[in-house]
């Protein structure tokens, strides 16, 4: 009998990767996927741990679906509700004890037993756990991709964190690093292609420690692993995300000089650019290090552009650590980039430092940091005008006549032009560039145009 499930996601692409890889899990059994959540049989709130604001949704989520599950009830119906992801992964006891509406709770690297935990909890009549970090990988109990992925698709790599910086609590809601060996990715890249995607972008969470078996018996870097994708005939574009600084080695320097396919966009998170606060945050880095891998990265490959990650207001950030910060975004010039005021997490060693810095001080320094990122982030796209840029449309626009689609620097083109089938290579010139996005206009008719 078909049954529904309507899953959300928070939090990162890895976490979007895993809501389809559970869907996949489900198909089986007979459930496909809704938007609604009124009526569904089965609701997944895939969840997020990363700030505290992000820990704490998932329980207002839960007070919205109560009635919801018990109008399901009251019409002799059921309303399965599952709370996946890394919120399951470190407060998996706290849920199940303050929300006793929660029929199972499974982390991360367990979500491959989705079908055993939901009859067990049909048994029991809920109240199930499963935070296991079981040692045989999830992957290999995965079924095959089941839905058509969009014209560009994720694809994870590696899972896992061994950085432990003192701030973050991935290491801990997603384990230690596990690299997946070479040929179930190839195959899984091949099956994407397959199903129509174009654009597959490799995700880990720390995707560059990617050390994988191949079946010569040697163990393969992330560059190497581009290099071998990138052959693979109807893929137009790789990117990977994301990546720790010390781990960016020659083969992946080589990777961005040599693989065309490979897009000129790297998402290099620094956090700060205080040598004092990248210590305390345990980064293994200074800022030198950092500016040093961003320059032998642009010599490798000039057209190469660089977005980052920070936080303010760590414990015990002086004005002067600010302005350290302040000044390597000066220095680097990023293309884009997220800014985030510090959360202590339950569990971190960062959250027992002393010298918490207070909010409004905390506010200023981020406000002062994105009025500079977005100057930046806009200058970059301005400077987009009037060049030629391959563009691979995505979809129709918001207005009919307009198609949508990405640059290689990740942009958001519009452009006015006749319907272009998604997946679509369309060299566009730039005409527009605006803070969050570009306008272009094809630049020769699409027959010549297709790259
Ligand atoms: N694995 C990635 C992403 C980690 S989470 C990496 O190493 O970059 C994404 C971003 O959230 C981090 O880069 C960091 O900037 C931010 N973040 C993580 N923990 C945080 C915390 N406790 N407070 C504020 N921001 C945090
Ligand atoms: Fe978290 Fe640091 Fe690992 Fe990134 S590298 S996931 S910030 S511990
Ligand atoms: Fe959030 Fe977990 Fe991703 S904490 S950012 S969903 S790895």
């Not at 990162?12 to 990767?17: L, T």
């Not at 919801?68 to 119906?77: I, M, P, V």
């Not at 020659?250 to 897009?263: G, N």
């Not at 560039?433 to 699409?446: D, F, K, T, W």
Request: hydrophobic share 45%; net charge neutral.
């Amino acid at each position: 009998m078909a049954k529904t499930v309507h899953i959300k996601t928070y939090g990162c692409q890895m976490n979007a990767y895993d809501s389809g890889r559970m869907a996949d899990v489900l198909a089986p059994l007979g459930y496909r996927t809704t938007e609604v959540v009124e009526g569904a049989d089965m609701v997944i709130l895939n969840t997020c741990h990363i700030r505290e604001k992000a820990g704490e949704k998932v329980f207002s989520d839960l007070g919205r679906l109560r009635p919801l599950k018990q109008a399901r009830e009251a019409a002799g119906a059921a309303m399965t509700i599952v709370v996946a992801g890394c919120t399951a992964q470190a407060e998996g006891e706290e849920l199940r004890r303050r929300a006793p509406i929660v029929d199972v709770v499974v982390g991360p690297l367990a979500y491959h037993r989705l079908p055993e935990l939901v009859a067990q909890a049909v048994r029991q009549g809920g109240g199930v756990l499963d935070t296991d970090m079981p040692a045989e990988p999830k992957f290999d109990a995965l079924p095959a991709q089941s839905a058509r992925p969009g014209v560009s698709a994720f694809l994870t790599v590696q899972e896992g964190c061994d950085k432990f910086c003192s701030f973050c609590v991935v290491p801990y809601t997603r384990g230690a690093e596990y690299s997946r060996p070479v040929a179930e990715i190839v195959d899984e890249a091949r099956h994407l292609l397959d199903l129509g995607a174009r654009e597959i972008v490799l995700l880990g969470q720390n995707v560059n420690a990617y050390r994988g078996a191949a079946t010569d018996g040697t163990s393969w870097s992330l560059g190497r692993l581009i290099e071998r994708l990138a052959e693979l005939p109807g893929l137009s574009r790789l990117r990977y995300t994301t990546s720790h600084p010390l781990d960016v080695d020659d083969a992946l320097v080589a990777a961005h000089r040599d693989v065309p396919a490979l897009m000129p966009f790297l998402h290099l998170p620094v956090q700060s650019g205080s040598d004092r606060i990248l210590a305390a945050m345990n980064r293994r880095h200074d800022a030198a290090t950092y500016l040093r891998v961003i320059e032998r990265l642009r010599k490798a490959q000039p057209a190469l552009a660089f977005s980052s990650d920070f936080i303010v207001g760590f414990p015990g950030e002086s004005e002067r650590d600010f302005q350290a910060t302040m000044a390597l975004v000066r220095e680097v010039g990023f293309a884009q980039a997220f800014s985030f005021k510090y959360s202590a997490r339950p569990g971190t060693p960062a959250a027992n430092l002393d010298l918490r810095i207070d909010d409004a001080t905390a506010t200023a320094r981020l406000h002062a940091l994105q009025a500079q990122l977005w100057q930046d982030q806009e200058a970059f796209n301005r400077a987009q005008v009037g060049r030629v840029l391959p563009v691979l449309i995505d979809g129709p626009g918001r207005h009919s006549g307009q198609v949508h689609g990405r640059s290689p620097y990740m942009q958001a083109v519009h452009a006015e032009a006749s319907t272009v089938e998604p997946g679509t290579m369309v060299a566009m010139r730039i005409v527009e560039g605006r803070l969050n996005s570009l306008v272009g206009e094809p630049a020769a008719p699409p027959a010549a145009a297709a790259a």
